[in-house]
């Protein structure tokens, strides 16, 4: 088995399509990589998903490695992306430097991921100039969610032309993929063909170079809740929640342990 790098998913523009989800432990790293993802982003979605915060912003560095490091040791093939957390890039060219540096040090991730286009250029530009390789977010980008006012739909209309010199920007600046956020199918059709790095989509239509998902939502795993552009696969909610109240029942009526459960 091969081990996927940054110039095998830069190669395959236009080519066969780019797969990617997240995880945040070691138990769904293994999972993801052993089903054959290209690669896995530990996203700081991660305060969502994981840690019950109401959006990304309170996530931590020392959170994005702990989670990190727990991928990283599961992943033998794909690619391992962490995704650098609000205020950890966004003061200083040297303080996105030092934090992207540590992060790839310590967790043992390939790639950092940043939010934010044109503005993050001269940071994206300098981390790719000490060997950080770099995938750009644009679009809907969820750190910003207090300027967008909720989590919207970006590039519409007049805004689409902003939309066309971020993609610009970031590829200028040496990133090797792009993230598309919650873009219309069409600009992002658009962003593809102008880009000569691949598009990775989420809620941007199926004409992008591959597609991300988070992996709770992939699987059933958040309850009710589905952002429209999300596809439930599976409902494993349903089959825990089914087998942990089977297990209190056996507890209870003392089905469980039986004979065989135990010792002799
Ligand atoms: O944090 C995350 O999970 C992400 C993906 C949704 C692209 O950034």
Do not use: W
Not at 12 to 27: F, N, Q, S
């Amino acid at each position: 088995m091969e081990k996927l790098t940054v110039p095998a998913i830069r190669q395959r523009k236009g080519g066969e399509k780019i797969t990617m989800l997240t995880a945040y432990d070691y138990v769904f790293g293994g999972i993801v990589d052993d089903a054959g993802i290209d690669i896995v982003l530990v996203g700081d979605s991660l305060g969502n998903v994981m840690l019950g915060y109401p959006n990304t912003l309170p996530v931590t560095v020392d959170e994005m490695i702990h989670h990190t490091k727990a991928v990283v040791k599961a992943t033998k093939r794909a690619l391992v992306v962490i995704d650098m957390p609000f205020m950890s890039y966004q003061e200083s060219i040297e303080q996105a430097r030092r934090n992207a540096g540590r992060m790839i040090k310590e967790s043992g991730a390939e790639v950092v991921k940043v939010e934010g286009g044109l503005r993050m250029k001269d940071v994206i530009r300098a981390m790719v100039d000490i060997e950080i390789p770099v995938m750009a977010h644009i679009g809907l980008t969820p750190q910003s969610v207090h300027r967008m006012g909720g989590y919207k739909v970006q590039g519409k209309g007049a805004a689409e032309e902003m939309l066309f010199e971020d993609a610009r920007a970031v590829e200028e600046a040496g990133a090797f993929s792009v993230v598309l956020e919650g873009v219309p199918r069409n600009a992002a059709k658009k962003i593809t063909e102008m880009l000569t790095i691949p598009t990775i989509g989420i809620g941007a239509g199926p004409d992008c170079d591959g597609q991300v998902l988070v992996l709770h939502d992939l699987l059933g795993l958040l309850g009710q809740f589905r952002p429209k552009f999300v596809k439930s696969y599976v409902n494993i909610r349903a089959e825990a929640e089914k087998g942990i109240k089977q297990y209190i029942e056996e507890v209870k009526s003392g089905a469980f342990p039986d004979d065989t459960h135990s010792f002799h």
